[in-house]
Nanobody
Framework: QVQLVESGGGLVQSGGPLRLSCAASGSVRSLVAMGWYRQAPGNQRELVAPITNVGSTNYADSVKDRFTISRDNAKNTVYLQMNVLKPEDTAVYYC??????????????WGQGTQVTVSS
């Protein structure tokens, strides 16, 4: 079992920053990647940014040059620094971790989600 605790969401004005954190605990030895997704009302959940164990990252086009994902492997924690926030960034942000089972097959856990609201 893996437990994920997200924090850092809230209300921020357009153009402002916000930092999300997600700490993983429990059976995390086989953790291979962590990432952030978001889901706005009426929309499908979309990938914001993933980061692998070796630090490889990727970003959705809509957040490139504004968001930065990072992780602390010692703490099994992933961060999402969000700058120059826009009203369209308003969504529930979810942390996801990818692991491998004893057969080398992938599985994932999701966080409970944290609300980010950007006012115009």
């Amino acid at each position: 079992q893996v437990q994920l605790v997200e924090s850092g969401g809230g209300l921020v004005q357009s153009g402002g920053p916000l930092r999300l954190s997600c700490a993983a605990s429990g059976s995390v030895r086989s953790l291979v990647a962590m990432g952030w997704y978001r889901q706005a009302p009426g929309n499908q959940r979309e990938l914001v940014a993933p980061i692998t164990n070796v630090g490889s990252t990727n970003y959705a086009d809509s957040v490139k040059d504004r968001f930065t994902i990072s992780r602390d492997n010692a703490k099994n924690t992933v961060y999402l620094q969000m700058n120059v926030l826009k009203p369209e960034d308003t969504a529930v942000y979810y942390c996801k971790v990818d692991l491998l089972n004893s057969l080398g097959l992938p599985y994932a856990y999701w966080g409970q989600g944290t609300q980010v609201t950007v006012s115009s």
